[in-house]
C-alpha cells in the first residue's frame, strides 16, 4: 500500500508543478469548456508523469517488498500509464478538436491517434509516400513512417520506465539506507538527489532518441525509441552491484573468526 501511495503523492505533486507552469505560461486556447478539454490534457499529463513517479513508490517500500514484488507493482503502473497515454489523451484530444470544427478528415484521417490509428497510417504512407515528408499537424499523411513507428514504441518504452523507476527506488532506498554517517535529513536529500538524476538522465536519452528519429527518415523508431532505456538499465546494474557489494562486506565483517 505505502508503494502506491507514494507513488499517488509524488504524482500529484509533479502534475501540480505542471498545472502551475502552464497557467504561469498561458493555457492554449482549446475552445469552450468541455469534459474531454480536462481529459486530454490531464490524460497526457498523468500518463507521461507516472512512470517517474514509481520511483517515490520504490523507495516507500525498499526493505518491505522483494525485487519480484516492486517488479509487478511497475508493471501495473506501466500499464496504466500507457492506457492513459495511447488512448485516453487521443481520444479526447479528438473530442477536443471536433468540438473546436477542425477539419478532422485532414487532421484524424483514421480518427483518433491510437496505436491502431498510427498502424494504418504508416502503413497507408508507405504504400503511398508522399513527394516531401512534413511534421505539420494538419497534414498527417505527410509523416515520415519512421516517426510513426517511433511514437507506437516510444510510448510502450516511456510507460516501460515505471518498472525501472521503481526498482530504482528500491536500489537508492537500500544505498542511502547503508550510509551511516548521514543525518535523517541528509540520508532523504540524497535519495531525492537520485531520483531526479534518474529522471533527468532518462528524460534528456528520451528527447536525444526522438530528435534524432525526426532528423533523417532512415533512422530506426524502434532504436531510437528504445535506446533510451539504456540509462536506467545502466544505473540499476551499477546500483545493485554496489548494493551487493556493501552487503557481501557486511556478512564478511559480521562473521566470527576462525
Known sequence: MRFFLATAIWLASLVALTVSY???????????????NLVYPFAAWLGLLLPYASFAGGMADWASLPPRGVMLRGFLLAALAYGLVAYASPTGEYRVRAAADADLAAEFPL???TPGALRGLRSTIESNPPETYNFSIERPLERPPNWLTYLLHSVVAIAAFAVFGALLGQQSGALTSGLSGLSPPARRNARWALGLLSAVAFFLAEAAGGEWVRADPSNSGILGAWIPLAV????????TTVNRRRRQRGHTSAAPGI
Open 22 to 36: 502552464h497557467v504561469l505560461t498561458g493555457l492554449p486556447d482549446r475552445g469552450p469548456w468541455s469534459f474531454w
Open 111 to 113: 480518427g483518433p491517434r
Open 232 to 239: 536506467p538499465l545502466l544505473e540499476l546494474a551499477l546500483l
